[in-house]
């Protein structure tokens, strides 16, 4: 089923990419690759991958990361200090100096990858696969025994990581880093869950909702394993929701019927949506927010 609500979500931004009418870019030649002073996301795109500034909507100098555009779809995490992005491409994964913008030596990896979260020492990177989790030591560049995890799609790593969260089989799955052991799914009624996303404090995990409510995110509190009341999220269909270091403000990516994909700001402690801007052209509506 994680199969196939993968291919739908990849249907939509193709979709979404086909009907987009608006979002020119800007190249600007300031600070956090072309940016300015604000908090600063990065999308990726057809060529490369594309900062933003997430206050004002606007977009800087893109990077452009040769062979970026694969079959498997392009996936792009955070260093957690924010200096570096890597990005899976046709030829590994590959490190970007998010200052400089120079590209470093791809990384080789698994076919087939859905997510990635980067641990918070910054020397693994943990990706999902149909067939489980797989850890890459970002140092040596070696691939590790995949961890077994049937259809495991999205992924975060706790902060004082210790446990990945993973979204499979509509349910979401604790796995202990250290023992390579998956603990018991967190699974509820209307819990289809797409994407995870997890609060800076380590309690709360968010979920985007696939079929049962289509259009909102779902908290869960880890400690009790108790599933929140489903939030609407205006703008559309829910792709990506990304929490901001502040663990406030969230930063919502929808895709609405016939129109470009939005990235809308969201007070977790409202539950009330800020500003909405277009994402650029030819970019994919996942999104990662510099710490």
């Known amino acids: 089923m994680e199969a196939v609500l993968a291919a739908q979500r990849r249907r939509i931004w193709l979709a979404a990419l086909v009907v987009a009418t608006s979002a020119v ?18 999308v990726t795109s057809t060529t490369g991958i594309i900062p933003i500034d997430l206050q004002t909507g606007t977009t800087g100098r893109p990077i452009t990361v ?7 779809g ?39 990858i859905g997510s990635m979260a980067i641990a918070p020492n910054g020397r693994t990177a943990y990706v999902t696969t149909f067939t489980g989790v797989v850890p890459i030591n970002l140092a040596t560049h070696s691939i590790g025994a995949p961890i077994a995890l049937q259809y495991a799609s999205s992924i975060v790593v706790t902060p004082n990581g210790k446990t990945a969260y993973v979204t499979a089989n509509d349910d979401v799955t604790p796995v202990n880093l250290a023992t390579r052991t998956i603990g018991r799914p967190i699974t509820g009624p209307d819990l289809a869950p797409g994407t995870i996303s997890i609060a800076p404090n380590g309690r709360t995990a968010y979920v ?20 929140g ?8 269909p829910v792709f990506d929701f990304v929490i901001a270091p502040n663990g406030r403000t969230a930063y919502v990516t929808t895709v609405p019927e016939g129109s470009a994909s939005l990235v809308t700001s969201f007070d977790l402690v409202s539950r009330t949506a800020g500003k909405s801007f277009p994402l650029p052209l030819n970019t994919a509506p996942d999104l990662v927010v510099v710490p």
């Open 25 to 42: 870019l800007t190249a600007c030649s300031t600070s956090q690759a072309g940016t300015g002073v604000g908090v600063i996301g990065y």
């Open 208 to 227: 985007t909702n696939g079929r049962a409510v289509y259009g909102f995110v779902t908290p869960i509190d880890l400690a009790s394993r108790s599933i």
């Open 66 to 72: 040769p062979n970026i555009s694969s079959d498997d």
């Open 229 to 236: 009341s489903p939030i609407s999220i205006p703008g559309g």
């Open 74 to 112: 392009e996936v792009l995490a955070l260093s957690p200090n924010g200096k570096t992005a890597f990005v899976t491409t046709g030829g590994g994964l590959v490190p970007i100096d998010l200052r400089t913008g120079t590209l470093g030596t791809p990384i080789p990896v698994p076919s087939g």
